[in-house]
Nanobody, 123 residues
Framework: QVHLVESGGGLVQAGGSLRLSCAASGRTVGSSAMGWFRQAPGKERTFVASISWNGGSAFYADFVKGRFTIARENAKNTVSLQMNSLKPEDTAIYYC????????????????WGQGTQVTVFS
């Protein structure tokens, strides 16, 4: 029901910033929780951040608190992830995800996934 396309990934020096964007389309995007996950080579997909259907609540993994900010613009069906103070360990493919639930933070609560965008942080 939801189609997601990520953009904004790239190569950045440690300490720098990137802003990822996710363009969403579908009947449920206006009432769905949205999230960002990441997967490093050889590792499981990991929760990064999510935002409730109305944008009123945001949730973050401990390792990104204070550095990353998730936001959504429902009128444009867009979700962003502002990433500051990037570290080499942030290197991963970042995936946008959508849930049928109004609030979600677990991988199995998200049913729609984008193709991912690569973020590489070098020191």
């Amino acid at each position: 029901q939801v189609h997601l396309v990520e953009s904004g990934g790239g190569l950045v020096q440690a300490g720098g910033s990137l802003r990822l964007s996710c363009a969403a389309s579908g009947r449920t995007v206006g009432s769905s929780a949205m999230g960002w996950f990441r997967q490093a080579p050889g590792k499981e997909r990991t929760f990064v951040a999510s935002i409730s259907w109305n944008g009123g609540s945001a949730f973050y993994a401990d390792f990104v608190k204070g550095r990353f900010t998730i936001a959504r613009e429902n009128a444009k069906n867009t979700v962003s992830l502002q990433m500051n103070s990037l570290k080499p360990e942030d290197t991963a493919i970042y995936y946008c995800a959508a849930s049928r639930l109004p609030v979600a933070s677990m991988s199995n609560q998200f049913g729609s996934w984008g193709q991912g965008t690569q973020v590489t942080v070098f020191s």
